[in-house]
């Protein structure tokens, strides 16, 4: 057992948005952008990419390249203490969540082909939320 990556999983973990990205990863079972994680979260393109990228160093995501955006997924774990720290995100209360679970279907439904195709911020994402209200 690495018990030193197993440390930096909890360290990463204990700040409150990175956990609320974990979280967010989990629960929407689906790979994300910085930039619809900016969104979603109402975050910097700084802060996003920081907490992402320490998740990823981490270990507990997978990131992809795909045309001009990364991807980041759940990694897949097969070690039983990695699938207990995941499981113990996934039953964290909801209600502590539920306003980024929400803003993150409408974010992710504004895919084309499952690629996003809007940047953070965008015109098409403001109305949304306009329209939502």
């Known amino acids: 057992m690495n018990n030193e990556r197993y440390i930096d999983a909890l360290k990463a973990l204990a700040e409150p948005h990175r956990l609320r990205l974990f979280w967010l990863l989990i629960h929407v079972d689906q790979r994300i952008t910085v930039a619809e994680a900016m969104d979603v979260t109402k975050d910097s393109q700084y802060n996003v990419s920081r907490n992402l990228k320490m998740l990823y160093k981490a270990g507990l ?40 679970s929400s803003r993150c279907i409408k974010r992710l439904a504004m895919r084309v082909n499952n690629q996003c195709v809007v940047g953070p911020n965008s015109d098409e994402w403001l109305n949304q939320l306009l329209h939502d209200k």
Do not use: N
Not at 65 to 77: F, I, R, S
């Open 61 to 100: 995501l997978t990131q992809e390249k795909c045309g001009k955006w990364v991807y980041y997924t759940l990694a897949q774990q097969k070690l039983p203490y990695w699938c207990f720290l995941v499981e113990s995100v996934r039953a964290l209360p909801s209600a502590g969540f539920s306003d980024v």
